[in-house]
């Protein structure tokens, strides 16, 4: 049979996978805390992965999303045949078993290490400039109470700045009204943050272009498209 003549479900995507930098590269962006080599080798691996998928038939990409929470049997599986047990062991229960938990620490040594490990970054620093309500009214004229009901229709992105503070971008403003699309790329992703995260950095399907760029230039259908299928939320 020849491929004109293979069902299209059956037929291999003419996908590009990504560059492994490329995965590499945005590991240790979204990853500031962790150490760089892990980063990297989770980058390597997902690079892997992302170019195995580009290679199947969109009935097979449709079969293992829709298992996708069997991914992890399958890994162990994976596992086991990669690593031939040795005269004593059971490679499956090795691998299940682990290193343990080690050693308990109270609250107060607990929150002395994390401090200690983890690196300050500012919200501006990944987010952007952003702005809380009072400057929004005074710089935009965009008053609290309607900033409030668009934040409840996640048709803005607020960033939670402390305990209870909100901010927000001011990039997703365009003549006082936040751009069209915001809530549907929320809803895809789940979490206003990681949203925002995702609108904000270069996306290799958009040709290194920003998704928040592209909605800005009224490339709705397009954006909500990627993020849905980055995301998995259809």
């Given at each position: 049979m020849t491929a004109a003549n293979v069902p299209q479900g059956e037929q291999p995507l003419p996908l590009v996978a990504?560059?492994?930098?490329?995965?590499?590269?945005?590991f240790v962006r979204r990853n500031?805390?962790?150490?760089?080599?892990?980063?990297e080798r989770a980058g390597r691996l997902t690079a892997a992965l992302g170019a195995a998928a580009a290679k199947l038939s969109v009935q097979q990409q449709i079969d293992l999303t829709a298992n996708k929470e069997k991914f992890g049997d399958l890994f162990v599986a994976m596992l086991a045949e990669l690593q031939p047990p040795s005269d004593h062991a059971d490679p499956l229960t090795s691998i299940e078993q682990g290193a343990g938990l080690g050693e308990q620490l109270d609250a107060s040594e607990g929150r002395r290490r994390l401090q200690a490990y983890a690196t300050p970054m500012k919200i501006e620093d990944w987010a952007g400039p952003v702005a809380g309500p009072t400057d929004l009214e005074r710089d935009y004229g965009i008053r609290r109470s309607t900033l409030h009901d668009w934040q409840k229709?996640?048709?803005v992105i607020g960033l939670l700045a402390g305990q209870r503070k909100h901010v927000f971008p001011i990039a997703q403003f365009i003549d006082g009204r936040p751009i069209e699309g915001l809530a549907g790329v929320v809803s895809a992703v789940g979490s206003p943050r990681t949203a925002w995260l995702w609108l904000?950095?270069?996306h290799p399907s958009l040709r290194e272009d920003r998704p928040l760029d592209r909605l800005k230039a009224g490339e709705?259908?397009?954006v909500l498209e990627l993020a849905e299928r980055d995301f998995g939320q259809s």
């Open positions: 990504p560059a492994v930098g490329e995965v590499v590269d945005m500031p805390q962790t150490p760089r080599k892990i980063a229709q996640n048709a904000v950095e270069p709705l259908a397009t």
